[in-house]
């Protein structure tokens, strides 16, 4: 029934735009009636050429004032089909009035599941507005949304929210007081509907005001600004015959903010302070299953938080080869649940962070970061999980440029985290987290031939303090060195050769025999050819070669033992021609084969035990149409067949169709 | 030129020096072992393994081990953003993750396990490709404040995305689809416990 509500309203909205627009039409009747006798006529007449030129303006005058727009689409994609109709109509009713009135319908059919997805909007909205004084709104609209459960106990019940509301904002943004700026806001807001296992009634107000000065000290320019903003909310809520409510909800907030000098040289500093009281029934543990049976189960959550946070901000130059950064910040936080007790936390950050970009040459700069940080958290009195967490950075990182063409860029950071639990007795999970990273890349364009190289290192070490945990200590380690070619011999070829050797492996400080060893090889070759202007081909080949094994102490120092290994290729073909502008077929096939050892010992020797073989690919087949029809709309279709295989494929994903069409149309 | 030498001499010197920028704290000598091995995971079915026993497990290896670096995420169902809050689930990837489990180790002490599929292992869909596997199904986590204490049961229907990356078998996503029979969800479990990151 509500389908076929929004198609009427949709039919509706577009007879109602169509009967205006051919009331315009009709006011505008001699232009109308000059393109009659053109049409009549298989004469060219000059002068009603001229006539039509002449009368043209109005035409589009009217057009201006209303303006519906419906769009039309259907996607289909491996998981569902979606589609949906949407109407939208503005209207510019002078005096500064606007109207925009607009329904959806969508529908979403999944393809695993028999299950359908409904969603339907409606909204009217009224505004009017005068530029550089104030802007006002007036909406209504309705939600609503239904969907299917598959979870146990409510198995294919639906789950609808279903909310009408009304609002009202009013803006006043003409500077008060004498400052630069100013905004003085008011809103409100009615709201009544289902929730899935509640029906909810709420009205809601609040208001904010803003002010700016722009000013000048010392010659320098000085922003000062600050606000304030309050709201409140109450709320009843139904659960079967159970009412709960009013629930009164509120918040509140003030910032202030500062800004001195130019963009070059400037220091900022801003301030905020939140307040919330939120009260909501909540289903117990989050879940309504038990609520719908029982809605004496339900729960009054009452939230109170309070957030303060302090940013200041600096930046000088005071060479022309040397600029720094500084940053501070701080904020405290503190939040209290009633029902959800662990919820409830509070906590209190500080951090400092410089930062030194270096110029020491035309060609290149350097830069150096610093950064330091401690947070606490605190669940409580009684809770073992309360912790104090401090945080070191430094970074550096070079840019350089050699001749014209050739770039080297290199970065360095080490990172230094420590985990101070507050209960450390009962809860002994102190630990350190030091992390090392450095890489450098090098590029040169010769001729034709592009090189890239990139190298990587890592060095991540985990330390438990307590002997309970800390035989689990290790450091991660990883190694990659990756050569990037691409060589275009003519205008329309590029061919890529993208090599990677990659070498991680993890050793455990105490326990040895849980070390752990992967090398990854692997190399890429990507082709594109552009024989013509509206064919491309695309080729691409991967082969990657990983083995992995333990990396235990030996009586020689340590000893790699292999025990499995991969090899697998992969091959993908793109293909795509333009038959027309705006008109295209595309063909691409994709191709995985994977082949997995796994080793043995024999006589002292490795061997291959056995080996398992993985397939899997597919292709698609489509094309891509685009055509505009003037100002009055257009049709965007892009079709494909697809079909993939693989060691386990539902059938839905085997063979379907993807699609992702529009026709969207302007009256 | 030279002061480019001079500079990345530097940071060489910083990045290759491994260990004497910081003074990180001396750790004690272990005074016991871990009874969860670690298996090298060559099959997706692995990973889980290496999930279920790093959740059993007093230290994190396991768990840690079996998280992709890069992709990982948690996604919520709607209702659980909705009425813990979505800020709660915000980012939420491998290093929130990890803090996560940290205080789920703190808070239950007794047993934790958890099982990915129906009882019996089983998913409702697999779809499986080479180096990919999508599995979506029931899962139940169960976890014991204190040793022989009531458990807690949190369960759901989620899909679990696993990747073969260069490490092996790991776990990229996790997503929350709903919530089944009376229990409240790993999303919930997530949300109401996420420490500050």
């Given at each position: 029934?509500?389908?076929?509500?929004?198609t009427?309203a949709?039919?509706?909205?577009?007879?109602?735009?169509?009967?205006?627009?051919?009331?315009?039409?009709?006011?505008?009747?001699?232009?109308?009636?000059?393109?009659?006798?053109?049409?009549?006529?298989?004469?060219?007449n000059?002068?009603?050429d001229?006539?039509?030129?002449k009368?043209?303006?109005?035409?589009?005058?009217?057009?201006?004032?209303?303006?519906?727009?419906?769009?039309?689409?259907?996607?289909?994609?491996?998981?569902?089909?979606?589609?949906g109709?949407?109407v939208?109509?503005?209207?510019?009713?002078?005096?500064?009035?606007?109207?925009?009135?607009s329904?959806?319908?969508?529908?979403?059919?999944?393809?695993?599941?028999k299950?359908?997805?409904?969603?339907?909007?409606?909204?009217?909205?009224?505004?009017?507005?005068?530029p550089?004084?104030?802007?006002a709104?007036?909406?209504?609209g309705?939600?609503?949304h239904?969907?299917?459960?598959?979870?146990?106990?409510r198995?294919?019940?639906?789950?609808?929210?279903?909310?009408?509301?009304a609002?009202l904002?009013?803006?006043?943004?003409?500077p008060v007081?004498?400052a630069?700026?100013?905004?003085?806001a008011v809103a409100g807001?009615?709201?009544?509907g289902?929730?899935?296992?509640?029906?909810?009634?709420?009205?809601a107000?609040?208001?904010?005001s803003?002010?700016?000065?722009?000013?000048?000290?010392?010659?320098?320019?000085?922003?000062?600004?600050?606000g304030?903003?309050?709201?409140?909310?109450?709320?009843?809520?139904?659960i079967?015959r159970?009412?709960?409510?009013?629930?009164?909800?509120?918040?509140?907030?003030?910032?202030a903010?500062?800004?001195?000098?130019?963009?070059?040289?400037a220091?900022?500093?801003?301030?905020?302070?939140?307040?919330?009281?939120?009260?909501?029934?909540?289903?117990?543990?989050?879940n309504?299953?038990?609520?719908?049976?029982?809605?004496?189960?339900?729960?009054q959550?009452?939230?109170?938080?309070?957030?303060?946070?302090?940013?200041?901000?600096?930046?000088?130059?005071?060479?022309?080869?040397?600029g720094?950064d500084?940053?501070?910040?701080?904020?405290?936080?503190d939040s209290?649940?009633?029902?959800?007790?662990?919820?409830?936390?509070?906590?209190?950050?500080?951090?400092?962070?410089?930062?030194?970009?270096?110029?020491?040459?035309?060609?290149?700069?350097?830069?150096?970061?610093v950064?330091?940080?401690?947070?606490?958290?605190?669940?409580?009195?009684?809770?073992?999980?309360?912790?104090?967490?401090?945080?070191?950075?430094?970074?550096?990182?070079?840019?350089?440029?050699?001749?014209?063409?050739?770039?080297?860029?290199?970065?360095?950071?080490?990172?230094l985290?420590q985990?101070f639990?507050?209960?450390?007795?009962?809860?002994?999970?102190?630990?350190?987290?030091?992390?090392y990273?450095?890489d450098?890349?090098?590029?040169?364009?010769?001729?034709?031939?592009?090189?890239?190289?990139?190298?990587?290192?890592?060095?991540?070490?985990t330390?438990?303090i307590?002997?309970t945990?800390?035989?689990?200590?290790?450091?991660?380690?990883?190694?990659?060195?990756?050569?990037?070619?691409?060589?275009?011999?003519?205008?329309?070829?590029?061919?890529?050769?993208?090599?990677m050797?990659?070498i991680?492996?993890?050793?455990?400080?105490?326990?040895?025999d849980?070390?752990y060893?992967?090398?990854?090889?692997?190399?890429?070759?990507?082709?594109?050819?552009?024989?013509?202007?509206a064919?491309?081909?695309?080729f691409?080949?991967?082969?990657?070669?990983?083995d992995?094994?333990?990396?235990?102490?030996?009586?020689?120092?340590k000893?790699?033992?292999?025990?499995?290994?991969?090899?697998?290729?992969?091959?993908?073909?793109?293909?795509?021609?333009?038959l027309?502008?705006?008109?295209?077929v595309?063909?691409?096939?994709?191709f995985?084969?994977?082949?997995?050892?796994?080793?043995?010992?024999?006589?002292?020797?490795?061997?291959?035990?056995y080996?398992?073989?993985?397939?899997?690919?597919?292709?698609?087949?489509?094309?891509?149409?685009?055509k505009?029809?003037?100002?009055?709309?257009?049709?965007?279709?892009?079709?494909?067949y697809?079909?993939?295989?693989?060691p386990?494929?539902?059938?839905?994903?085997?063979?379907?169709?993807?699609?992702?069409?529009?026709?969207?149309?302007?009256? | 030129?030279?002061?480019l030498?001079?500079?990345?001499?530097?940071?060489?010197?910083?990045?290759?020096?491994?260990?004497?920028?910081f003074?990180?704290?001396e750790?004690?000598?272990?005074?016991?072992?871990?009874?969860?091995?670690?298996?090298?995971?060559?099959v997706?079915?692995?990973?889980?393994?290496?999930?279920?026993?790093?959740?059993?497990?007093?230290?994190?290896s396991n768990?840690?081990?079996?998280?992709?670096?890069?992709?990982?995420a948690?996604?919520?169902?709607?209702?659980?953003?909705?009425?813990i809050?979505?800020?709660?689930?915000?980012?939420?990837?491998k290093?929130?993750?990890?803090?996560?489990?940290?205080?789920?180790?703190?808070?239950?002490?007794?047993?934790?396990?958890?099982?990915?599929g129906?009882?019996?292992?089983?998913?409702?869909?697999k779809?499986?490709?080479?180096s990919?596997?999508?599995?979506?199904?029931?899962?139940e986590?169960d976890l014991?404040?204190?040793?022989?204490?009531?458990?807690?049961?949190?369960?759901?229907?989620?899909r679990?995305?696993?990747?073969?990356?260069?490490?092996?078998w790991?776990m990229s996503?996790?997503?929350d689809?709903?919530?089944?029979?009376?229990?409240?969800?790993?999303g919930y479990?997530?949300g109401?416990?996420?420490?500050?990151?």
């Open positions: 029934m509500r389908t076929r509500i929004g009427a949709i039919l509706l909205a577009l007879a109602c735009s169509m009967l205006w627009r051919t009331e315009i039409l009709a006011a505008a009747a001699p232009s109308d009636t000059t393109s009659k006798t053109k049409a009549d006529s298989t004469k060219v000059t002068a009603t001229t006539t039509r030129t009368t043209a303006p109005d035409t589009t005058k009217a057009h201006e004032r209303i303006a519906p727009v419906a769009k039309s689409y259907v996607t289909s994609t491996s998981s569902d089909i979606s589609f109709n949407r939208d109509i503005t209207t510019d009713a002078g005096k500064g009035w606007t109207l925009m009135n329904v959806s319908v969508d529908r979403r059919q999944y393809r695993q599941n299950i359908q997805d409904l969603s339907e909007t409606f909204m009217n909205q009224a505004a009017k507005g005068r550089g004084l104030y802007a709104v007036f909406s209504i309705e939600n609503y239904k969907t299917k459960t598959l979870g146990l106990g198995f294919g019940q639906d789950i609808i929210f279903d909310n009408e509301d609002n904002a009013l803006n006043y943004i003409k007081l004498k630069s700026t100013s905004k003085l807001d009615v709201r009544r289902l929730n899935d296992f509640k029906y909810d009634r709420d009205f107000g609040s208001g904010t803003s002010l700016n000065y722009a000013l000048s000290l010392f010659g320098s320019p000085l922003t000062v600004g600050g304030v903003g309050g709201s409140l909310k109450r709320e009843t809520s139904d079967g159970r009412r709960f409510g009013p629930l009164r909800s509120n918040a509140d907030t003030l910032n903010s500062m800004t001195y000098g130019p963009d070059a040289k220091l900022n500093a801003t301030y905020s302070v939140y307040n919330v009281l939120d009260r909501k029934v909540m289903p117990p543990l989050g309504t299953y038990e609520v719908l049976n029982d809605p004496s189960k339900a729960q959550e009452e939230a109170r938080s309070r957030v303060a946070e302090l940013d200041v901000n600096s930046t000088t130059q005071p060479f022309s080869f040397l720094l500084l940053k501070y910040k701080h904020s405290v936080s209290k649940y009633k029902v959800d007790t662990r919820l409830s936390s509070s906590s209190k950050d500080n951090s400092l962070g410089a930062t030194a970009n270096y110029l020491y040459a035309s060609s290149g700069s350097v830069r150096f970061s950064t330091t940080s401690e947070d606490i958290s605190d669940y409580g009195p009684v809770s073992l999980s309360s912790y104090r967490e401090r945080k070191h950075l430094v970074g550096v990182g070079l840019n350089q440029t050699i001749g014209d063409s050739v770039s080297v860029t290199a970065n360095g950071s080490g990172s985290r985990d639990y507050l209960n450390r007795v009962q809860n002994p999970r102190d630990a350190d987290y030091l992390y990273h450095g450098v890349s090098f590029r040169a364009p010769f001729r034709k031939i592009t090189t890239n190289v990139t190298m990587l290192s890592e060095r991540y070490s330390i438990n307590d002997g945990f800390s035989g689990d200590n290790r450091i991660d380690y990883k190694y990659q060195v990756e050569p990037v070619i691409t060589v275009r011999p003519a205008p329309w070829i590029a061919i890529t050769q993208d090599y050797v990659k991680e492996y993890t050793e455990f400080v105490f326990t040895a849980k070390n060893l992967n090398r990854t090889t692997s190399v890429s070759t990507e082709a594109n050819f552009a024989p013509m202007g064919l491309s081909f695309l691409r080949h991967s082969y990657l070669m990983r992995t094994g333990s990396y235990l102490q030996g009586d020689v120092g000893v790699y033992s292999p025990t499995n290994g991969t090899r697998e290729h992969s091959l993908d073909l793109t293909l795509g021609y333009q027309a502008p705006g008109f295209s595309t063909m691409s096939d994709g995985k084969i994977q082949d997995n050892d796994v080793f043995g010992g024999l006589n002292g020797r490795v061997i291959t035990l080996t398992t073989t993985f397939k899997s690919g597919g292709m698609r087949a489509g094309f891509t149409k685009t505009k029809y003037g100002d009055y709309g257009e049709i965007a279709l892009d079709v494909a697809v079909r993939n295989y693989g386990f494929i539902t059938p839905q994903l085997r063979e379907y169709v993807e699609a992702n069409s529009a026709v969207t149309l302007r009256f | 030129m030279r002061r030498f001079m500079t990345a001499a530097l940071i060489l010197a910083m990045t290759g020096s491994g260990g004497c920028l003074e990180p704290r750790a004690e000598k272990p005074s016991g072992t871990d009874q969860y091995p670690w298996v090298v995971p060559n997706y079915n692995d990973a889980l393994h290496n999930l279920t026993t790093g959740l059993a497990s007093n230290v994190d768990y840690q081990r079996s998280l992709d670096d890069a992709t990982f948690f996604f919520p169902t709607t209702a659980d953003a909705t009425n809050g979505a800020d709660k689930f915000a980012g939420w990837n290093a929130v993750e990890l803090k996560w489990l940290d205080r789920i180790k703190t808070l239950y002490s007794g047993a934790r396990t958890i099982r990915f129906d009882a019996s292992g089983n998913f409702t869909s779809i499986e490709q080479v990919r596997v999508v599995l979506e199904g029931e899962y986590i014991e404040p204190t040793a022989g204490a009531p458990k807690e049961v949190y369960a759901g229907i989620a679990f995305t696993l990747i073969q990356g260069t490490q092996g790991v996503e996790w997503t689809l709903e919530a089944s029979g009376p229990h409240p969800t790993a479990l997530r109401t416990l996420r420490q500050t990151l």
